[in-house]
């Protein structure tokens, strides 16, 4: 399976974007799935996960409030809203996909990962 993330572009601080990913097999429904990013000289973090058994979901601190993650399994795509966006929003961000039911932990095993899509926050 092969995951694509998109949706994203330049943004100024405070504005929105909705990331998006889907899948090239109709499965999203049943894998949980995570968004991390990756900002210049920093390591990759998890930003947000959504699961598949119960739908739980899991935020990074610093995004708590602003980012919303949700699934649509008519469209096999997992979004990523993002409001209240800042600088250090910045980065990198990417799908991923856990044949597990819950999000535990940002180390947990994700087996497949899309291409990434660059998010800018900049006045």
């Known amino acids: 399976v092969q995951l694509q993330a998109s949706g994203g572009g330049l943004v100024q601080p405070g504005g929105s974007l909705r990331l998006s990913c889907t899948a090239s097999?109709?499965?999203?429904?049943?894998?949980?799935v995570a968004w991390f990013r990756q900002a210049p000289g920093k390591e990759r973090e998890g930003v947000s996960c959504?699961?598949?058994?119960?739908?739980?979901?899991m935020y990074l601190d610093s995004v708590k409030g602003r980012f919303t993650i949700s699934r649509d399994n008519a469209k096999n795509t997992v979004y990523l809203q993002m409001n209240s966006l800042k600088p250090e929003d910045t980065a990198v961000y990417y799908c991923?996909?856990?044949?597990?039911?819950?999000?535990?932990?940002?180390?947990?095993?994700?087996?497949?990962w899309g291409q990434g899509t660059l998010v800018t926050v900049s006045s």
């Open positions: 991923a996909l856990g044949l597990f039911g819950t999000c535990s932990s940002w180390s947990a095993p994700y087996s497949e």
């Open positions: 097999e109709h499965m999203l429904n049943l894998v949980t």
């Open positions: 959504i699961g598949s058994s119960d739908s739980s979901t």
